[in-house]
């Protein structure tokens, strides 16, 4: 890979990108593409050229003036950036529905995240399996956290056993928590939070919605 520029400030929307760009790389390759413009990229993402070359550019050189993106190099560029070529073992807590489809979710392991455990407390749950994966009591979590080495944990519990259930991550030594439930979390500063408000995406739907519609 490239090296990043020394001390470049990435923007969030930036890094938000970057998984964009690889899934479509990634879609392209699987096209038969061996070579793509900026141009090209952009269409299919719907970003401009310009974005993405400035988007590219904090990280390194990437492609040749005239001739574009080698769609395999750069796809591989852009793994090594984010990570997808390490191996992250991850846990869900909570088993409803949410949980329950993340862990049947088909594209986990292609990106490199493994579902190592699923924690819960509901009694009838505990000692199934989904996806292979076995359901345990939450009163094991630093005890399975530590022995399959998980670094990422998923949060889809309801909203009042949120918190309570990131204090657990933390103190099992869970590095980063993806939070699906409502509510702000409050973990240590070391610990990195990605908050998914689904509700939040709809209410904004229905903000756009409602004026096109009058």
């Known amino acids: 890979m490239k090296e990043s520029k020394e001390n470049a400030v990435i923007s969030k929307a930036t890094i938000d990108r970057l998984p964009l760009y690889y899934r479509t790389l990634k879609l392209s390759q699987e096209e038969g593409i061996e070579i793509i413009s900026s141009d090209e990229l952009g269409r299919k993402i719907g970003v ?5 070359r400035k988007d590219l550019s904090a990280f390194g050189e990437f492609g040749k003036k005239g001739v574009g993106y080698y769609v395999r190099e750069l796809m591989r560029n ?13 846990a869900i807590c909570g088993v409803g529905h949410l949980g329950w489809a993340l862990a049947n979710y088909a594209n ?21 399996y989904i996806n292979e994966v076995e359901i345990f009591h939450v009163s094991r979590m630093k ?4 022995e399959r080495d998980i670094q990422i944990g ?11 259930t990131a204090t657990q991550l933390v103190e099992a030594g869970i ?4 939070n699906f439930a409502p509510i702000k979390i409050n973990v ?9 408000d689904l509700s939040v995406g709809l209410s904004s739907m229905s903000y756009y919605l409602s004026r096109q519609n009058g």
């Open 48 to 52: 401009t050229p310009e974005q993405i």
């Open 78 to 90: 852009i793994g090594e950036i984010l990570g997808l070529n390490r191996k992250w073992n991850i």
């Open 108 to 128: 986990f392991s292609p990106q490199g995240f493994h579902l190592q455990a699923i924690f819960d407390i509901d009694p009838d749950k505990i000692g199934r």
């Open 143 to 146: 005890e399975i956290v530590t």
């Open 154 to 164: 998923i949060i889809t519990v309801p909203m009042e056993f949120a918190q309570s």
């Open 175 to 178: 590095k980063g928590i993806w």
């Open 188 to 196: 240590p500063d070391t610990i990195h939070v990605v908050s998914e």
